[in-house]
């Protein structure tokens, strides 16, 4: 029998460490070994007790959690999942974390999410970041920022829809610069807590060739316009008229997400039918999988990123075992296949 998941905690919050700990402790599979008020104390925990997964604290004394974790990733990389409750800066920090190497970002319990909701997308993201043993660095090069093509972009009937978990954000960072300015419309769900997706459309606008940002309700469906569903909403396309439109809605938490990829990709199969294209990237969990078999039975042409590039093949796996996939690929292959079937089937 393998031995339980070592988890190492650091928060200077007392409460923190013995809410996380209990939670912790109530599952079979996993224990905290160490739990520390601050990086100095975590660090000796880290070295004594070589823990599969640490849980780390942004906003701290003595040394703040990304300092520490950029020294941490440096020189003794390991799963990282930040647990915080960041504050006005949230995103710029959340955004930040997962460049030096972190795993996810969780928001402690609050007006999004309640205490039950919490634990169990955390004792999710534990088990799986365990497995984790490559820690790519989301990188956004701010000298090469690309211009916007201003010029009236043809408009398509298709639609391509975009889901991702854990890693998701070096898959679409990835995935999207490599895309032309004469994209069709794009549709993302990446799962983050409220307040982050609007940053990470922001950087992502700057090096993308066109525009990335986050969805509104009623925002129109359009050429040359990539829209990431807001953290803490689900994201659905429905067809008025001529045209698409979006809604954002609240709607229950589906395989503990919200934003969920399995609402978008059952709306695109209902309303985008044959004109859709799927991708399902990086990720824990079997959010999205149903729905991406419901869009290729309606006639969309599917992708999953294949299990070497991907950081967790989660979500890839489950779509590919329920037969909803057209083609498994690398992910530096996923941008071209997209736009090589959308000039096929113009």
């Keep these: 029998m393998m031995g339980k998941i070592k988890v190492v905690i650091i928060d200077d919050s007392s409460l923190v460490r013995k809410v996380l700990t209990e939670t912790i402790g109530s599952t079979n599979d996993m224990e905290v070994v160490g739990a520390a008020p601050n990086p100095y104390i975590g660090r000796d925990m880290i070295v004594k007790f070589k823990p599969d997964v640490l849980l780390l604290d942004i906003e701290m004394p003595k040394m703040d959690g990304l300092t520490f974790l950029e020294k941490l990733m440096t020189h003794y990389p390991m799963p990282v999942i930040v647990v915080s409750s960041l ?74 829809a975009i889901g991702a978990s854990t890693g998701g954000t070096i898959a679409l960072t990835e995935l999207l610069s490599k895309l032309p300015a004469n994209i069709p419309p794009i549709l993302i769900v990446q799962h983050m807590p409220e307040g982050f997706t609007n940053k990470f459309a922001e950087r992502l606008n700057t090096i993308c060739k066109f ?81 991406i078999l419901e869009m290729k039975k309606n006639g969309a042409y599917t992708i999953a990123q294949d299990e070497k590039s991907c950081i967790v093949f989660g979500m890839p796996k489950e779509a590919i075992s329920l037969g909803g996939i057209d083609d498994i690929l690398p992910l530096s292959d996923i941008p071209f296949a997209i736009m090589k079937y959308i000039e096929k089937n113009k």
């Design 87 to 160: 504050g006005e800066n949230g995103g710029e920090v959340a955004l930040r974390a997962l460049e030096l190497g972190a795993l996810e970002v969780i928001k402690k319990p609050g007006a999004s999410y309640a205490i039950k909701d919490m634990k169990e997308q955390l004792i999710d993201r534990i088990r799986i970041a365990s497995k984790v043993k490559n820690f790519p660095k989301l990188k956004f090069d701010k000298n090469n920022l690309k211009k916007k093509n201003k010029a009236m972009i043809r408009t398509t009937n298709k639609v391509v």
């Design 211 to 291: 525009e990335v940002k986050e969805a509104q309700n009623g925002d129109y469906v359009i050429s040359g316009r990539a829209l990431i569903a807001p953290g803490n909403k689900h994201m659905t396309i429905k067809r008025e008229g001529a045209n698409y439109l979006i809604e954002i809605n609240n709607g229950p938490l589906i395989f503990h997400q919200r934003p969920s990829v399995e609402v978008l990709f059952y709306s695109m199969a209902q309303f985008v039918g044959k004109n859709a294209v799927g991708a399902i990237l990086t990720g824990m969990g079997k959010d999205g999988a149903k729905g």
